[in-house]
Protein backbone atom coordinates (compact mmCIF):
# COMPACT_ATOMS: atom_id res chain seq x y z
CA UNK A 1 0.00 0.00 0.00
CA UNK A 2 1.58 3.61 -0.96
CA UNK A 3 1.68 5.99 1.56
CA UNK A 4 -0.91 8.04 0.48
CA UNK A 5 -3.01 5.07 0.93
CA UNK A 6 -1.78 4.87 4.09
CA UNK A 7 -3.01 8.84 5.17
CA UNK A 8 -6.20 8.29 3.15
CA UNK A 9 -7.01 5.14 5.56
CA UNK A 10 -5.63 6.88 8.92
CA UNK A 11 -7.62 9.54 8.00
CA UNK A 12 -10.67 7.34 7.75
CA UNK A 13 -10.44 5.56 10.81
CA UNK A 14 -10.19 8.67 12.51
CA UNK A 15 -13.67 10.22 11.16
CA UNK A 16 -16.80 9.56 13.35
CA UNK A 17 -19.04 12.04 12.52
CA UNK A 18 -21.26 11.20 15.64
CA UNK A 19 -18.46 11.59 17.92
CA UNK A 20 -17.38 15.19 16.29
CA UNK A 21 -20.98 16.18 16.44
CA UNK A 22 -20.90 14.78 20.49
CA UNK A 23 -17.78 17.29 21.23
CA UNK A 24 -19.05 20.08 19.58
CA UNK A 25 -22.36 20.38 21.34
CA UNK A 26 -20.51 19.70 24.68
CA UNK A 27 -18.21 22.16 23.36
CA UNK A 28 -21.29 24.82 22.99
CA UNK A 29 -22.55 23.68 26.82
CA UNK A 30 -19.37 24.40 28.47
CA UNK A 31 -19.08 27.83 26.62
CA UNK A 32 -22.91 28.33 27.60
CA UNK A 33 -21.96 27.32 31.20
CA UNK A 34 -19.49 29.92 31.08
CA UNK A 35 -21.25 32.45 30.27
CA UNK A 36 -23.49 32.12 32.51
CA UNK A 37 -21.37 32.06 35.16
CA UNK A 38 -20.23 35.59 33.95
CA UNK A 39 -23.49 36.72 33.95
CA UNK A 40 -24.11 35.76 37.89
CA UNK A 41 -20.67 37.17 38.53
CA UNK A 42 -21.46 40.59 36.73
CA UNK A 43 -22.59 42.69 39.72
CA UNK A 44 -19.91 40.92 42.00
CA UNK A 45 -16.16 40.77 39.78
CA UNK A 46 -14.73 43.39 37.14
CA UNK A 47 -14.77 42.87 33.95
CA UNK A 48 -10.99 42.19 33.75
CA UNK A 49 -10.61 40.25 36.96
CA UNK A 50 -13.02 37.32 35.05
CA UNK A 51 -11.15 37.90 31.83
CA UNK A 52 -7.93 36.91 33.87
CA UNK A 53 -9.57 33.97 35.55
CA UNK A 54 -10.79 32.32 32.23
CA UNK A 55 -7.81 32.72 30.67
CA UNK A 56 -5.09 31.42 33.55
CA UNK A 57 -7.30 28.61 34.55
CA UNK A 58 -7.98 28.17 30.71
CA UNK A 59 -4.47 27.74 29.86
CA UNK A 60 -3.84 24.38 31.60
CA UNK A 61 -6.54 22.73 29.26
CA UNK A 62 -4.59 24.07 26.48
CA UNK A 63 -1.80 22.56 26.98
CA UNK A 64 -3.25 19.04 27.82
CA UNK A 65 -4.66 19.28 24.55
CA UNK A 66 -0.88 20.50 22.74
CA UNK A 67 0.53 17.32 25.18
CA UNK A 68 -2.40 14.65 23.58
CA UNK A 69 -2.47 16.19 19.98
CA UNK A 70 1.04 15.75 19.31
CA UNK A 71 3.75 17.11 21.49
CA UNK A 72 4.47 20.15 24.11
CA UNK A 73 6.63 21.77 20.92
CA UNK A 74 3.27 22.59 19.32
CA UNK A 75 2.92 25.49 21.47
CA UNK A 76 6.52 27.13 20.00
CA UNK A 77 6.19 29.59 17.24
CA UNK A 78 8.20 32.37 14.85
CA UNK A 79 5.19 34.07 13.45
CA UNK A 80 3.89 35.87 16.96
CA UNK A 81 2.97 38.99 14.80
CA UNK A 82 0.74 37.12 13.76
CA UNK A 83 -0.40 35.59 16.98
CA UNK A 84 -0.43 39.45 18.23
CA UNK A 85 -2.91 40.44 15.63
CA UNK A 86 -5.27 37.35 16.38
CA UNK A 87 -4.86 37.50 19.70
CA UNK A 88 -5.67 41.10 20.60
CA UNK A 89 -8.75 41.45 18.21
CA UNK A 90 -9.66 38.07 20.67
CA UNK A 91 -9.08 39.88 23.73
CA UNK A 92 -11.01 42.72 23.09
CA UNK A 93 -13.74 40.41 21.84
CA UNK A 94 -13.82 38.97 24.90
CA UNK A 95 -13.74 41.55 27.15
CA UNK A 96 -17.00 42.73 25.00
CA UNK A 97 -18.63 39.65 25.25
CA UNK A 98 -18.17 39.41 28.93
CA UNK A 99 -19.65 42.81 29.26
CA UNK A 100 -22.42 42.04 27.15
CA UNK A 101 -23.69 38.82 28.86
CA UNK A 102 -23.44 40.56 32.23
CA UNK A 103 -25.79 43.52 31.21
CA UNK A 104 -28.27 40.87 28.52
CA UNK A 105 -29.93 38.13 29.33
CA UNK A 106 -28.23 34.70 28.05
CA UNK A 107 -30.65 34.12 25.38
CA UNK A 108 -30.43 37.90 23.99
CA UNK A 109 -26.58 38.01 23.82
CA UNK A 110 -25.99 34.40 22.50
CA UNK A 111 -28.33 35.28 19.67
CA UNK A 112 -26.95 38.88 18.98
CA UNK A 113 -23.77 36.38 18.44
CA UNK A 114 -24.07 34.79 16.31
CA UNK A 115 -23.91 37.89 13.96
CA UNK A 116 -20.42 37.02 13.85
CA UNK A 117 -20.50 34.98 10.52
CA UNK A 118 -22.00 37.64 8.48
CA UNK A 119 -19.37 39.83 10.11
CA UNK A 120 -16.72 37.50 8.72
CA UNK A 121 -18.56 38.06 4.92
CA UNK A 122 -18.48 41.70 5.40
CA UNK A 123 -14.69 41.57 6.33
CA UNK A 124 -13.69 38.78 3.95
CA UNK A 125 -14.51 40.97 0.85
CA UNK A 126 -12.96 44.15 1.73
CA UNK A 127 -9.48 42.65 3.90
CA UNK A 128 -9.07 39.72 1.86
CA UNK A 129 -10.53 40.54 -1.86
CA UNK A 130 -12.96 37.10 -1.79
CA UNK A 131 -15.52 37.64 -4.13
CA UNK A 132 -18.75 37.68 -2.54
CA UNK A 133 -22.19 36.70 -4.72
CA UNK A 134 -25.32 37.84 -4.01
CA UNK A 135 -26.09 35.02 -1.94
CA UNK A 136 -23.64 35.51 0.57
CA UNK A 137 -24.49 39.53 0.29
CA UNK A 138 -28.29 38.34 0.60
CA UNK A 139 -27.85 36.20 3.51
CA UNK A 140 -25.85 39.23 5.59
CA UNK A 141 -28.60 42.14 4.61
CA UNK A 142 -31.20 39.68 6.37
CA UNK A 143 -28.54 38.11 9.18
CA UNK A 144 -28.36 42.12 10.06
CA UNK A 145 -32.19 42.41 9.84
CA UNK A 146 -32.67 39.52 12.30
CA UNK A 147 -30.25 41.31 14.79
CA UNK A 148 -32.34 44.61 13.98
CA UNK A 149 -35.15 42.26 15.26
CA UNK A 150 -33.34 41.25 18.07
CA UNK A 151 -31.96 44.63 19.53
CA UNK A 152 -35.19 46.52 18.54
CA UNK A 153 -36.99 46.28 21.65
CA UNK A 154 -34.14 47.05 23.87
CA UNK A 155 -35.20 50.90 22.86
CA UNK A 156 -38.06 50.79 25.53
CA UNK A 157 -35.53 48.70 27.99
CA UNK A 158 -32.70 50.02 30.39
CA UNK A 159 -29.96 51.78 28.98
CA UNK A 160 -27.94 49.43 30.12
CA UNK A 161 -29.88 46.95 28.04
CA UNK A 162 -28.76 49.00 24.87
CA UNK A 163 -25.31 49.29 26.00
CA UNK A 164 -24.70 45.28 26.25
CA UNK A 165 -26.50 45.08 22.78
CA UNK A 166 -23.88 47.27 21.49
CA UNK A 167 -20.99 45.06 23.14
CA UNK A 168 -22.77 41.82 22.07
CA UNK A 169 -22.19 43.18 18.41
CA UNK A 170 -19.07 44.86 18.83
CA UNK A 171 -17.94 41.56 20.26
CA UNK A 172 -19.00 39.55 17.38
CA UNK A 173 -17.38 41.88 14.99
CA UNK A 174 -14.14 41.44 16.54
CA UNK A 175 -14.27 37.87 16.82
CA UNK A 176 -15.06 37.85 13.16
CA UNK A 177 -11.95 39.92 12.68
CA UNK A 178 -10.01 37.31 14.73
CA UNK A 179 -11.25 34.98 12.07
CA UNK A 180 -9.91 36.64 9.16
CA UNK A 181 -6.90 36.28 10.88
CA UNK A 182 -6.99 32.73 12.29
CA UNK A 183 -7.70 32.35 8.09
CA UNK A 184 -4.61 34.08 7.03
CA UNK A 185 -2.59 31.78 9.64
CA UNK A 186 -4.02 28.60 9.58
CA UNK A 187 -2.01 27.33 6.87
CA UNK A 188 1.11 27.32 8.85
CA UNK A 189 0.35 27.45 12.45
CA UNK A 190 -1.42 24.59 14.39
CA UNK A 191 -4.86 25.53 16.17
CA UNK A 192 -3.66 24.53 19.91
CA UNK A 193 -0.96 26.90 18.88
CA UNK A 194 -2.89 29.71 17.96
CA UNK A 195 -5.25 29.45 20.87
CA UNK A 196 -2.17 29.29 23.83
CA UNK A 197 -0.98 32.44 22.16
CA UNK A 198 -4.92 34.03 22.51
CA UNK A 199 -5.25 32.98 26.10
CA UNK A 200 -1.50 34.30 26.84
CA UNK A 201 -2.61 37.61 25.35
CA UNK A 202 -6.01 37.55 27.10
CA UNK A 203 -4.80 37.26 30.08
CA UNK A 204 -2.19 40.02 29.78
CA UNK A 205 -4.99 42.17 28.72
CA UNK A 206 -6.64 41.35 31.55
CA UNK A 207 -4.23 42.68 34.00
CA UNK A 208 -3.70 46.25 32.40
CA UNK A 209 -7.43 46.35 34.35
CA UNK A 210 -5.96 45.42 37.98
CA UNK A 211 -5.72 49.81 38.63
CA UNK A 212 -9.29 50.17 38.06
CA UNK A 213 -9.88 47.64 41.21
CA UNK A 214 -10.35 44.09 41.13
CA UNK A 215 -12.52 42.53 43.95
CA UNK A 216 -11.53 39.85 46.74
CA UNK A 217 -13.68 37.43 45.54
CA UNK A 218 -15.94 35.51 48.66
CA UNK A 219 -16.14 31.82 48.51
CA UNK A 220 -18.96 30.87 46.00
CA UNK A 221 -17.59 33.88 43.86
CA UNK A 222 -13.72 32.11 43.68
CA UNK A 223 -16.16 28.80 43.01
CA UNK A 224 -17.52 30.14 40.13
CA UNK A 225 -14.94 32.50 38.77
CA UNK A 226 -13.35 28.74 38.69
CA UNK A 227 -16.15 27.45 36.97
CA UNK A 228 -15.78 30.08 34.83
CA UNK A 229 -11.95 28.97 33.65
CA UNK A 230 -12.71 25.25 33.78
CA UNK A 231 -15.58 25.13 31.71
CA UNK A 232 -13.88 27.68 29.36
CA UNK A 233 -10.92 25.59 29.34
CA UNK A 234 -13.04 22.43 28.45
CA UNK A 235 -15.18 23.94 26.21
CA UNK A 236 -11.64 24.25 24.11
CA UNK A 237 -10.71 20.66 24.68
CA UNK A 238 -14.06 19.45 23.53
CA UNK A 239 -14.23 22.09 20.33
CA UNK A 240 -10.05 20.17 19.10
CA UNK A 241 -11.55 16.98 19.84
CA UNK A 242 -14.77 17.68 17.57
CA UNK A 243 -12.69 19.17 14.75
CA UNK A 244 -10.31 15.60 15.25
CA UNK A 245 -13.14 13.03 14.07
CA UNK A 246 -15.20 15.88 11.86
CA UNK A 247 -15.14 17.48 9.12
CA UNK A 248 -15.70 21.91 10.27
CA UNK A 249 -18.54 22.26 7.63
CA UNK A 250 -20.45 19.44 8.93
CA UNK A 251 -19.77 20.45 12.49
CA UNK A 252 -20.53 24.10 11.75
CA UNK A 253 -24.73 23.66 12.51
CA UNK A 254 -24.25 22.57 15.94
CA UNK A 255 -22.81 25.55 16.78
CA UNK A 256 -26.29 27.10 17.02
CA UNK A 257 -27.24 24.44 20.08
CA UNK A 258 -25.50 27.27 21.97
CA UNK A 259 -28.66 28.96 21.94
CA UNK A 260 -30.97 25.71 23.53
CA UNK A 261 -28.09 25.68 26.55
CA UNK A 262 -28.38 29.58 26.78
CA UNK A 263 -32.06 29.37 27.09
CA UNK A 264 -31.48 26.28 29.39
CA UNK A 265 -29.24 27.72 31.54
CA UNK A 266 -30.97 31.43 31.52
CA UNK A 267 -34.55 29.67 32.63
CA UNK A 268 -33.28 27.42 35.31
CA UNK A 269 -30.79 29.46 36.50
CA UNK A 270 -31.89 33.26 36.07
CA UNK A 271 -35.55 33.06 35.59
CA UNK A 272 -35.28 34.00 32.25
CA UNK A 273 -37.50 33.50 29.27
CA UNK A 274 -36.65 35.29 25.55
CA UNK A 275 -39.69 37.80 24.23
CA UNK A 276 -40.74 36.58 20.82
CA UNK A 277 -38.52 39.04 18.60
CA UNK A 278 -35.68 37.11 20.09
CA UNK A 279 -36.97 34.21 18.97
CA UNK A 280 -37.79 35.42 15.41
CA UNK A 281 -34.57 37.62 15.21
CA UNK A 282 -32.20 34.50 16.83
CA UNK A 283 -34.24 32.85 13.83
CA UNK A 284 -33.28 34.75 11.10
CA UNK A 285 -30.22 35.35 12.22
CA UNK A 286 -29.62 31.06 12.20
CA UNK A 287 -30.98 30.65 8.60
CA UNK A 288 -28.78 33.56 7.60
CA UNK A 289 -25.58 31.54 8.91
CA UNK A 290 -27.06 28.24 7.51
CA UNK A 291 -27.33 29.56 3.98
CA UNK A 292 -23.69 31.28 4.32
CA UNK A 293 -22.41 27.85 5.05
CA UNK A 294 -24.43 26.35 2.46
CA UNK A 295 -22.95 28.61 -0.06
CA UNK A 296 -19.30 28.30 1.24
CA UNK A 297 -19.53 24.53 1.05
CA UNK A 298 -20.94 24.74 -2.19
CA UNK A 299 -18.23 27.27 -3.65
CA UNK A 300 -15.71 24.53 -2.17
CA UNK A 301 -16.96 21.63 -4.10
CA UNK A 302 -17.29 23.62 -7.51
CA UNK A 303 -13.61 24.36 -6.77
CA UNK A 304 -12.62 20.89 -6.28
CA UNK A 305 -14.52 19.55 -9.16
CA UNK A 306 -13.42 22.26 -11.68
CA UNK A 307 -9.02 21.61 -10.10
CA UNK A 308 -7.21 19.60 -12.65
CA UNK A 309 -6.42 16.13 -11.87
CA UNK A 310 -3.19 15.74 -10.88
Not at 91 to 103: G, H, K, P, Q
Not at 180 to 207: D, W
Not at 216 to 245: K, N, V
Request: charged share 10%.
Amino acid sequence: MSSAQDTKSLSASRERPLLGAFCKIMAMFCFALMFASIRWLGPHIPIGEMVFFRTMLGLPVIVLVAYLSGGLHLLATKRIDSHALRSIAGAISMFCNFTAYTLLPLADATAIGFAAPLFVVVLAATMLNERVHIYRWSAVVIGFLGVLVIIGPEAQMPRSAVFGAMFALAGAALAALAMIFLRRMSSHEHSTTIAFYFMLTSGAVSLITVPWGWNLPTGPEALILIITGLSGGIGQLFLSFSYRYSEASMLAPFDYTAMIWAVSLGYFVFGELPMPQVWLGAAIVVAAGLLILWRERRLSRDRVLSSPAL
